[in-house]
């Protein structure tokens, strides 16, 4: 019978704090970025015993890509826009102050 050699329990902690230092570490790495779809498309995740259904995940995360997509496409949209209208607005501008200089 082999003898299993007892992991002291600080150790243990130790190992442990050290994962949760990891994860929230790459957390905030991913926050500081933009999500993008092919981010969401392209996630995997680690397989548990009695896990969530992989097609019904790999599912719901094309959905939210999809919505994703669309959502920053409707953003750049409008910030072009906005630019376009920024831009005609000065260009309004200079003309009025044009006018009334030379009446």
């Given at each position: 019978?082999?003898?299993?050699?007892?992991?002291?329990?600080?150790?243990?902690?130790?190992?442990?704090?050290?994962?949760?230092?990891?994860?929230?570490?790459?957390?905030?790495?991913?926050?500081?970025?933009?999500?993008?779809?092919?981010?969401?498309?392209?996630?995997?995740?680690n397989?548990?015993?009695?896990?969530?259904?992989?097609?019904?995940i790999?599912?719901?995360?094309?959905q939210?890509?999809?919505?994703l997509?669309?959502?920053?496409?409707?953003?750049?949209?409008?910030q072009?826009?906005?630019?376009?209208?920024?831009?005609?607005?000065?260009?309004?501008?200079?003309?009025?102050?044009?006018?009334?200089?030379y009446?």
């Amino acid at each position: 019978m082999t003898r299993r050699r007892a992991v002291p329990v600080h150790n243990l902690i130790r190992r442990l704090a050290s994962r949760r230092d990891e994860r929230q570490r790459i957390a905030q790495t991913n926050r500081s970025q933009p999500l993008r779809p092919w981010q969401i498309r392209e996630r995997c995740f680690n397989v548990r015993r009695r896990g969530l259904d992989p097609v019904e995940i790999r599912t719901f995360l094309h959905q939210v890509a999809d919505e994703l997509t669309v959502a920053q496409t409707a953003l750049q949209a409008v910030q072009e826009e906005n630019l376009r209208i920024k831009n005609a607005l000065r260009s309004w501008q200079s003309a009025q102050s044009a006018n009334r200089l030379y009446r």
